[in-house]
């Protein structure tokens, strides 16, 4: 489960401080699939930073399973980022000179987990988003739809509690977005993991079964979906 | 983390080879111009200690004018002999003189008293041919002991004539004898003459002047005691010191140019620091995504840093290991051109036979080569680790990253190295086998070319009139007066 509790996160100092995320609470309870939208600068990726404890809150508490991240030291928070919570990135964020299978086993191998079960982990993973036949390939010999499903299975290899997905999609084009979209969504479906995505596009907001709309940093809007809306309108419950 | 430096940093240094190069090539330059300076000091010093303890031989004490060889009164034997603790006193004139058809072909001139056969024993000059016979040739005004190896350089024999360029103008001399390459003849490495003090001191013009006196005390006596007695007999001008104590002085005035030398190698090494520091910053704008991307997915910023730091070990290690041979290569390569340049500001003359080289000392520099690519890298491996990696993936950074620059760099160092090996090589082959006292380069005999000199050195003649000393492009000293 994933609890903000009025949560303000200010770059800058003084008159020139800007509040990427202002007084911001929700619940997300978990095997969740929330979708934040907003424009550019509302702070929806900073509400991702925050859930995973890459940058601590100005104010207010980030809980992640009832622990709090804002009290976390940079090793606990680094800690939860290798167990509990995966990250996939629109820039894919691969290391060009490991393979895939290296590049997906990475985050066990940061956590000292030994090579054969890294191996097995990584077997599943890239099985799991049916890349079992590039393992050996270099990014940069697979297109950006197979770096982007890589990168989903480098998130899932820890078997996360939660997936925080920021603009999965934003390096794809619709079909390869959809291919993606629909990756998550039925990993949300089969395992039960929380996934939070960051989007612009309402298309691919739509997969997810809330959306909350973010402006300047604060909740504009939450908005519970009923369905999933193909032609891309965002249903709103009742 | 061992696990983390192969299965990332080394797989990342393999792809990024030419970073990997200048980090490794920066270290190993710094390291290998340290450790040649310190090989080649160690080994002048060293060679000059020894050719000073051959050249004093068993003398206890040595009275000299200081360094130099404008010479004093001959008379002074006679005041040292008085004193009761000595039991030989050997006066000594030395010079420089040429072959008359080929003024680069220097010789050092021992003048020493041949009358007493035992002197050239002290001396360790010894005679291949009938020692007593040759000594009694000696008093012939043209007779002179050549250093076998020049003798047979210039097919000379026993017996034979040759025309010296001398300070008193050109003269014949006759080969009354051959001297082994062994004591001070193998210091000189075969550019040595000996003739009769007396005969010497004509040739060099310094008839009743003679450069040093060489002090031989009786078994009980305290050389101590002794060296204030006869420095209180003699002028103050004089010295009176232990052959050691001379080459104190020697040490002392060698210590400003290898000084210089330490700090030229130092600066090297700062020059290969900010190579370092340089070439893993602007990595880091490569290397931040990377680190991101770990960050990301559950590194922690002191992980990482203690990674790369571990990084920059394994790089100095490399660089260290490769830069302590390299450095004792440059100096067998530049030894002998920094003791002839030595000799031509100093007016030291001396081979250096072998290297000094010091397992202590190399392990230090080894410490410092590795400690400057540690420091080198600490501060770009702490901006690196301590940036926002949201942040930096956001900015397309790989965009910005300069593509072509560091395979440039690599290029431009390994030719910068290369053209300096090939320029050390070039001058080495062109270097004769020894020729440690001339004036010139080394090598080639004969066909050695001689060294543009302007130096000019203040001296005094025997009158005390103030006078300059020149050497001109050929090497031959002559006076001005004002």
């Given amino acids: 489960m994933i609890e903000l509790r009025h949560v303000v996160k200010a770059f800058g100092s003084g008159e020139t401080a800007v509040r990427a995320v202002n007084d911001l609470s929700f619940v997300c309870p978990p095997g969740s699939f929330w979708a934040m939208m907003g424009p550019s600068g509302s702070g929806k990726s900073t509400v991702l930073h925050l859930i995973a404890g890459l940058t601590p809150p100005t104010s207010g508490s980030v809980l992640v399973d009832g622990a709090d991240v804002a009290k976390m030291n940079s090793a606990e928070a680094a800690a939860l980022r290798r167990r509990r919570i995966g990250y996939v990135l629109q820039t894919f964020n691969l290391m060009p000179f490991l393979t895939a299978a290296e590049n997906v086993g990475m985050p066990l191998v940061l956590d000292g987990v030994k090579q054969r079960e890294v191996d097995a982990r990584v077997k599943d993973a890239l099985a799991m988003v049916n890349m079992s036949h590039r393992a050996a390939h270099y990014p940069t010999h697979l297109s950006g739809g197979e770096q982007q499903r890589v990168a989903i299975a480098r998130a899932l290899v820890i078997r996360p509690a939660i997936v925080l997905a920021d603009e999965p999609t934003g390096n794809l084009d619709r079909a390869g977005g959809r291919v993606i979209m629909d990756l998550i969504h039925d990993i949300n479906e089969r395992t039960g993991v929380t996934v939070l995505l960051v989007t612009h596009d309402p298309v691919f907001a739509a997969y997810a079964r809330r959306v909350l709309r973010l ?3 604060a909740l504009q809007q939450d908005m519970p979906l009923t369905e999933e809306s193909p032609d891309g309108d965002i249903g709103i419950a009742g | 983390m061992l696990r983390l430096l192969r299965q990332v940093s080394f797989r990342q240094l393999q792809a990024s080879w030419g970073r990997t190069t ?10 290998s111009l340290i450790v040649a300076i310190q090989v080649i000091n160690a080994s002048v010093l060293d060679n000059l200690r020894r050719t000073i303890e051959l050249i004093a031989g068993p003398a206890a004490l040595e009275v000299t004018l200081g360094v130099g060889e404008v010479g004093f009164s001959e008379a002074t034997v006679e005041t040292v002999r008085a004193d009761p603790a000595v039991a030989a006193a050997v006066p000594l004139v030395r010079g420089t003189i040429s072959l008359a058809d080929d003024p ?25 041919t009938d020692r007593r016979e040759v000594l009694r040739s000696m008093d012939d005004p043209g007779a002179i002991l050549l250093a076998e190896a020049f003798a047979t350089r210039h097919a000379l024999g026993i017996g034979q004539h040759l025309k010296l360029s001398t300070p008193a103008g050109v003269k014949d001399f006759t080969v009354r004898g051959l001297l082994a390459p062994a004591g001070v003849a193998r210091v000189f490495g075969g550019q040595l003459a000996v003739m009769d003090l007396p005969a010497a001191q004509l040739v060099l013009g310094t008839e009743g002047r003679i450069d040093q006196v060489d002090v031989l005390l009786r078994p009980e006596a305290d050389v101590t005691t002794t060296q204030r007695r006869l420095e209180a007999a003699l002028p103050s001008t004089l010295q009176v010191a232990r052959p050691e104590q001379r080459g104190a002085q020697y040490e002392t005035i060698l210590a400003s140019f290898q000084a210089m030398l330490t700090g030229l190698s130092l600066l090297c090494l700062v020059a290969g620091v900010y190579i370092i520091y340089n070439t893993t910053s602007t990595g880091a704008v490569h290397r931040a995504l990377v680190i991101a991307g770990l960050r990301v997915t559950g590194a922690s910023a002191d992980q990482l840093f203690r990674l790369l730091m571990l990084e920059a070990l394994v790089l100095g290690v490399a660089g260290t290991g490769l830069g302590i041979p390299g450095g004792i290569a440059l100096a067998r390569l530049l030894t002998g051109l920094v003791s002839d340049s030595m000799g031509v500001i100093f007016q030291l003359r001396f081979p250096v036979d072998g290297l000094s080289i010091e397992a202590s000392r190399q392990v230090a520099i080894a410490a410092i080569g590795i400690g400057a690519a540690l420091f080198a890298a600490y501060f770009a491996a702490r901006r690196v680790t301590a940036l926002d990696p949201l942040e930096v993936m956001r900015a397309d950074l790989r965009a ?16 910068l190295v290369g053209v300096s090996a090939l320029a050390l090589v070039e001058r080495r082959s062109r270097d004769t086998v020894a020729a440690p006292v001339a004036f010139r380069r080394r090598g080639s005999g004969r066909g050695g070319k001689p060294l543009s000199l302007g130096h000019a050195y203040g001296c005094h003649d025997r009158g005390g009139r103030a006078c300059s000393r020149h050497r001109n492009h050929r090497g031959i000293a002559h006076r001005e007066f004002p």
Avoid: N
Wanted: no cysteine; net charge negative.
């Fill in chain 1, 215 to 217: 402006v300047d940093g």
């Fill in chain 2, 22 to 31: 200048l980090v490794v090539g920066g270290v190993a330059t710094g390291v």
């Fill in chain 2, 104 to 128: 680069s072909e220097t010789l050092q001139l021992f003048g020493a008293d041949l009358t007493a056969e035992e002197d050239l024993e002290r001396y360790r000059i010894s005679l291949t």
């Fill in chain 2, 400 to 415: 910005l990253a300069p593509q072509t620059g560091t395979y440039r760099l690599v290029l431009a160092w390994l030719g």
